[in-house]
């Protein structure tokens, strides 16, 4: 008996605050929002007697939250496409071998370190939607290169302006991505490069059936990162556009309005849809991990 | 040695747990520091600029006014009030309120009369003869089902007109020109577009709809503007529609970069001389003033075509919570508020304009005059952008409607909105 406790009781010791304190301020307030999203408290004061799902039929007969989750999936799309992409593009080409890696390796993973609510400042000002005499950021660029027709309404274009959000946040993570992809291609031992060479394996062939299988767990990591990141998607969208601008409408900003106009319940429920859409990516993630993990 | 170091490891953990518990503790002791006597705890978000200056010149002839008291300042900063709206919520609900709040008057206080956590201020006004000292027009506004429940610091004016004469007079428009209507001001709105000018200037969502509830103003006049808070004019109706008409072709009239900018930089358009009108609150003369532009020469301000002899108000107000820790220091400052010295002092800093009628503003500003001289005599609605119309909730709703025509352009659509926005709220 003494002896038993002596064994797991320190251990146990050890992990109970941290469970408590995750217990309590984690899943314990998502039970409480839950709860909360169940009730009709439309004001600040007052109100909270159980409802059902009356604030989730709600919202998805409401035009505007439809067109909020349309948009959070575009911006998801291209925000994830975008990263990838570029990530991978720098990262290939680090790994071709350019001269001072460092410098481009601390060039793209810079932006990183900044911000979206800084960085987003001044894409406000890139993107600014007017065009001609009074241009200004990036239409006024194209305007003096002569690439007139370029010039967009950017996040003020109804159906296509959340993906002028998007800009901004490859632009900031494509480098988290490339470090990912990068350390992805250094873990690639070089006798299997060498291997498929003395095979006879094309340079296609190569990458096709060699680089790409070992890199597919990187791949993974970073869609379900850069995925979640984009879902939560707020801060930008803040910066740029403000939190009542309806074409950058996503449920985060929606949550923010209703919140701070004290119309918790219905902010409640939007906080539960968004936190379904996040597991919904996360969940499967983890379990895959998982039986990674007990397969070696 | 493993086994030091596990107990060690346990120590500490359990020390952290209980750190936090003990910060957890302190911090719920600060919320009620405020009880005990002779003070008073005034909340606000008035924490910089302008606001604060106000502040400051109002505490000191609290000071001066009442040598006993001690005043305790609870202002929280952020969000344009939102924040300390929020914190206020929770101070409420768990019993522990200021001495005073700041509030928009009018119908931003309608929560906390239904949940019963301000005090009616009737007898007050009965009291200090303050019902002869405020304009009586005002005094309606402010009355709910015969009852009044906050006392008002300062009065703003939100339907104004800035215009640039020298671009009016580049676009070949009269600047001594005065507008009865809509229309008339839409068809000259339309000779500065033709010169290459933006006619009207405006900025993101909530400047938006200040020039809608103008529109409104205009369109409907007093009792039918007045009828949309409280059910008797059809927000489906087809003088709405005509209004949202107008308003769609003002819309038009404006500059593309509208969602981009916020109130200073469409005012800063009339002054640049890129544009020729801007719609926006009289603290925008304050922009104006700040460049060394001269009332009625550099800048013209009347009020929005079709609202004239109407005072489009917001103001804000100080409330007697349910509760709070001393109401004899609470209605100290009630006094000082309502008070012609505090009201005076309060203004000048701030740049509004006196509730009271007997505070003597004889030095304020140029603009300040005009707009003192219109309060006493004109009709008085309440705005809608800033609080005094509508709960909260509704202007949300009215204000994401708005957002959105902006993008669509939907006028059928966007009067279907405000019509659902209005049955969801006026119910509740």
Known sequence: MNRGWRSWGPPVLLVLPSMILIGVFVYGLIGVNINTSLTDQHHRLGGGSFVGLENYRTLFHDDTFVYSLRNLGIYTVTFVCGTLFFGFLWAWLLEKGVRGEGGFRAVYLFPMAVSFIASGVVWRWLLNSAEGDRAGGLNRLFENVGLGFLANPWWTNETWGIVAIAIPAIWQLSGYVMALFLAGFRGIPDELREAARVDGASEWQLYRHVLFPQLSPVALSAIVIAGHMSLKVFDLIMAIAGPTNYTTQVPATQMWTKFTSGDYATSAAIGTILLCIVALLIVPYLVYTYRQERRS | MTRTRRALGALVATGAMLALAACGGSSSDDGSSAKGGGEVEVFTWWAEGSEKAGLDALVKVFDQQNPGVKFVNGAVAGGAGS?????????????????????????????????????????????????????????????VDGKIYSVPSNIHRANLVWANPAVLQDAGVDPAATYDSMDAWIADLKKIKAAGKIPLSIATDWTQVNLLE?????????????GLWDGSTDWAGSDVTDALDDYKTLLDMTNEDRQSLDWPDATQLVIDGDAAFNVMGDWAVAAFEGQDKEFNKDFLAYPVPGTDGVFDFLADSFTMPVGAPDPATTE?????????????????AKGSIPANTEADTSDFGAY??????????DDIVSSLAHGAAAPITWLTDITAAVAKFGSTGDVDGFQSDLADAADKNAAG
């Open chain 2, 332 to 348: 100290d400052w009630l006094n000082t508020v309502a008070s012609p010295e505090g009201q005076e002092a309060f203004n000048k």
């Open chain 2, 368 to 377: 300040q005059q005009t707009a003192i001289e219109s309060y006493a005599q």
């Open chain 2, 214 to 226: 103008t529109v409104l103003l205009s369109d409907l006049g007093v009792d039918g503007y007045n």
């Open chain 2, 83 to 143: 924040d300390a709206k929020a914190v206020l919520a929770s101070r409420l609900q768990t019993n522990d309120p200021p001495g005073t709040f700041q509030a928009h008057a009018g119908a931003e206080l309608t929560d906390y009369i239904n949940n019963g956590q301000i005090e009616d201020l009737s007898d007050l006004y009965e009291k200090n003869g303050w019902n002869d000292q405020f304009p009586q027009s005002l005094l309606d506004r402010l009355t």
